[in-house]
């Protein structure tokens, strides 16, 4: 009997952000291509009201399509209003609101068997709410800031406790995450650890100078992936430089902290050595990532990154802070090196991995156990399971 999911992700890409929520992307379509399967995937496009939602950065949103096949996926991109900056709460109402039509109306088309909810906030609470009005079951997947920062707030941590406790299973993107459900009171019998995937046949070992050589890299080079805000740590890293003096930054990623480290790099001396490379398309990391003789994310908080694992894939070691899964991942020596959040501690491992460069295999060998295979086989029997279970 073939599964009917609902996937109720505010993360999705779409054209006119191609990496956002990639992993959320790559996890339905492994999803989907099991027979046991079917997936539709609800990606709501939070827009401000007029006149607001006129600024330009708002144009390519409200251009999308509303319904499109999205590689193998069916996917609806119905709009809610949000009030930028100032709405997290008031979003679970607002897109409940919107969303619920287009759910009924599918809902009664093709009856759907399970919800799976890709965040926990706001999609966790919408799930909950969406479940009470169709009376099928509903999963929620915490991967990181969802659960450390909005789990934080007085006006959204208990919307995140009713959600975990009316959901009939949850999963954490690694164990740490799990133990960080269970301190705000969720039920750990519920919580099921499901970690993430990484195409191993596309982030692979690369020639490190060839790769250097393609890019125009010279020397030795640390890399970090993420968004530029302040949780990544991004500036630690900056601070580290002048204790790196042969070392070149690049910072893949974008945001509103750009400004800040640029300046920082200028009172520091270290802006020619400091590079930003933008938003990378997906695709095009491998090779980002074969150039680097460091990956580092010295982040403030972290489920279990997709970029640790990648980095790894591609045979570079990282260097992390002791957050989230770190622990779980870093298993060998040679994948590399968990520091205090501290620059001096930051650029002592930097210097030991590029000192002493590890076996780029045993590095590799640190990300093998996470596959997108292994990834959709423990998220379908999860699925299966929750649908099966009496209510």
């Given at each position: 009997m073939t599964l009917n999911v609902l996937m109720l992700s505010t993360l999705f890409p779409d054209i006119s952000r191609p990496t956002f929520g990639v992993f959320v992307e790559r996890q339905a379509r492994e999803l989907v291509?099991?027979?046991?399967?079917?997936?539709?995937?609800?990606?709501?496009?939070?827009?401000?009201?007029?006149?607001?939602?006129?600024?330009?950065?708002?144009?390519?949103?409200?251009?999308?399509?509303?319904?499109?096949?999205?590689?193998?996926?069916?996917?609806?991109?119905?709009?809610?209003?949000?009030?930028?900056?100032?709405?997290?709460?008031?979003?679970?109402?607002?897109?409940?609101?919107?969303?619920?039509?287009?759910?009924?109306?599918?809902?009664?088309?093709?009856?759907?068997?399970?919800?799976?909810?890709?965040?926990?906030?706001?999609?966790?609470?919408?799930?909950?709410?969406?479940?009470?009005?169709?009376?099928?079951?509903?999963?929620?997947?915490?991967?990181?800031?969802?659960?450390?920062?909005?789990?934080?707030?007085?006006?959204?941590r208990k919307l995140l406790q009713r959600a975990g406790d009316g959901a009939a299973g949850l999963l954490a993107v690694s164990d740490a995450m799990r133990r960080s459900m269970v301190r705000m009171g969720m039920d750990q019998d519920k919580i099921r650890v499901h970690y993430t995937g990484v195409d191993l046949d596309t982030f692979e070992i690369a020639d490190r100078a060839e790769a250097k050589a393609a890019l125009d890299f010279d020397g030795p080079v640390v890399l970090c992936v993420g968004a530029l805000i302040p949780r990544k740590g991004q500036d630690l890293l900056v601070r580290a430089l002048p204790l790196l003096p042969d070392v070149t930054l690049l910072l893949a990623g974008q945001g509103q902290y750009r400004r800040h480290l640029e300046n920082l790099a200028q009172e520091l001396g270290v802006d020619r050595r400091l590079g930003f490379l933008g938003s990378v398309p997906h695709h095009k990391?491998?090779?980002?990532?074969?150039?680097?003789?460091?990956?580092?994310?010295?982040?403030?908080?972290?489920?279990?990154?997709?970029?640790?694992?990648?980095?790894?894939?591609?045979?570079?070691?990282?260097?992390?802070?002791?957050?989230?899964?770190?622990?779980?991942?870093?298993?060998?020596?040679?994948?590399?090196?968990?520091?205090?959040?501290?620059?001096?501690?930051?650029?002592?491992?930097?210097?030991?991995?590029?000192?002493?460069?590890?076996?780029?295999?045993?590095?590799?060998?640190?990300?093998?156990?996470?596959?997108?295979?292994?990834?959709?086989?423990?998220?379908?029997?999860?699925?299966?399971?929750?649908?099966a279970t009496p209510r």
């Amino acid at each position: 009997m073939t599964l009917n999911v609902l996937m109720l992700s505010t993360l999705f890409p779409d054209i006119s952000r191609p990496t956002f929520g990639v992993f959320v992307e790559r996890q339905a379509r492994e999803l989907v291509s099991r027979p046991e399967a079917n997936v539709t995937v609800i990606a709501p496009v939070g827009l401000p009201p007029w006149p607001l939602s006129l600024a330009r950065r708002y144009a390519p949103l409200h251009a999308l399509p509303r319904r499109e096949k999205w590689r193998e996926l069916t996917v609806y991109r119905p709009t809610f209003p949000i009030i930028p900056k100032f709405g997290g709460r008031t979003n679970v109402w607002t897109m409940t609101r919107a969303i619920l039509p287009l759910v009924k109306r599918l809902h009664a088309e093709k009856p759907f068997d399970v919800i799976d909810a890709s965040f926990f906030f706001p999609d966790g609470p919408v799930a909950q709410r969406l479940s009470r009005a169709l009376g099928i079951p509903y999963s929620v997947k915490a991967r990181g800031a969802d659960i450390h920062h909005w789990g934080s707030q007085r006006g959204t941590r208990k919307l995140l406790q009713r959600a975990g406790d009316g959901a009939a299973g949850l999963l954490a993107v690694s164990d740490a995450m799990r133990r960080s459900m269970v301190r705000m009171g969720m039920d750990q019998d519920k919580i099921r650890v499901h970690y993430t995937g990484v195409d191993l046949d596309t982030f692979e070992i690369a020639d490190r100078a060839e790769a250097k050589a393609a890019l125009d890299f010279d020397g030795p080079v640390v890399l970090c992936v993420g968004a530029l805000i302040p949780r990544k740590g991004q500036d630690l890293l900056v601070r580290a430089l002048p204790l790196l003096p042969d070392v070149t930054l690049l910072l893949a990623g974008q945001g509103q902290y750009r400004r800040h480290l640029e300046n920082l790099a200028q009172e520091l001396g270290v802006d020619r050595r400091l590079g930003f490379l933008g938003s990378v398309p997906h695709h095009k990391l491998p090779r980002i990532f074969a150039a680097a003789d460091v990956m580092a994310l010295p982040s403030a908080s972290e489920g279990l990154a997709n970029a640790w694992v990648e980095a790894l894939a591609c045979g570079t070691p990282i260097v992390i802070s002791d957050v989230g899964g770190a622990r779980e991942l870093l298993d060998r020596p040679e994948a590399g090196q968990i520091v205090d959040r501290d620059p001096e501690a930051i650029a002592a491992a930097i210097r030991a991995i590029l000192d002493n460069p590890p076996d780029r295999e045993a590095v590799r060998a640190a990300a093998l156990r996470f596959t997108w295979a292994a990834n959709g086989d423990a998220l379908l029997a999860h699925l299966q399971d929750i649908a099966a279970t009496p209510r």
